[in-house]
């Protein structure tokens, strides 16, 4: 796995920065409830701006989170992610060597949940992408026009 590397807001001297992140990928896929890191002022400007929004975040999700972080270390399971998610980025990178067209090249990423794989010009991946969409091999698709011409695809590997 690739080096843990600092977040911007570790270089953040002037209280610019604001580091948002979320529990959906440590602890589960559905869960939107997030936190944040920021000055003191931006947190209390944010806040006014979130009541305006919605009252409060779902009491009950809060404190299942809460309690999960009270009596267990995040740390460690993040560890024990990391390796879960290893073993399935390297499932999806060999089965993409193997099963991609000639000419088709696939990433293999340090860290993080994505792949990128790169496509000769004769693919047309609008038409590539549906065929997937199709068969159920993904649940949403971009189209050639979104990045004119889309020769690049993203794909999460976890």
């Known amino acids: ?5 600092p977040t911007i807001k570790h270089f953040d001297t002037e209280d610019r920065v604001i580091f948002l992140s979320s529990f959906s990928k440590i602890l589960m896929p559905t869960l939107r ?3 944040l890191v920021a000055s003191e002022s931006i947190i209390h400007q944010l806040y006014k701006l979130k009541e305006a929004v ?30 879960a998610y290893a073993v399935k980025r390297q499932v999806m990178f060999d089965a993409l060597n193997k099963e991609m067209p000639a000419g088709v090249q696939a990433t293999c990423p340090d860290g993080g949940f994505f792949t990128w794989l ?7 991946t609008t038409e590539l ?3 997937w969409q ?5 649940s949403h698709m971009c189209h050639q026009r979104t990045f004119m011409p889309l020769k690049i695809i993203l794909m999460e590997c976890a």
Request: negative net charge; glycine residues 6%.
């Open 1 to 5: 796995m690739g080096e843990s590397l």
């Open 129 to 131: 992408l549906y065929q």
């Open 33 to 35: 409830l997030g936190w």
């Open 54 to 83: 919605d009252l409060e975040v779902p009491n009950l999700t809060a404190s299942a989170v809460n309690q999960y972080l009270e009596h267990n270390d995040l740390d460690a399971h993040i560890d024990q992610l990391i390796g």
């Open 118 to 124: 790169t496509v000769p010009d004769n693919i047309n």
């Open 134 to 138: 199709l068969q159920m091999l993904i």
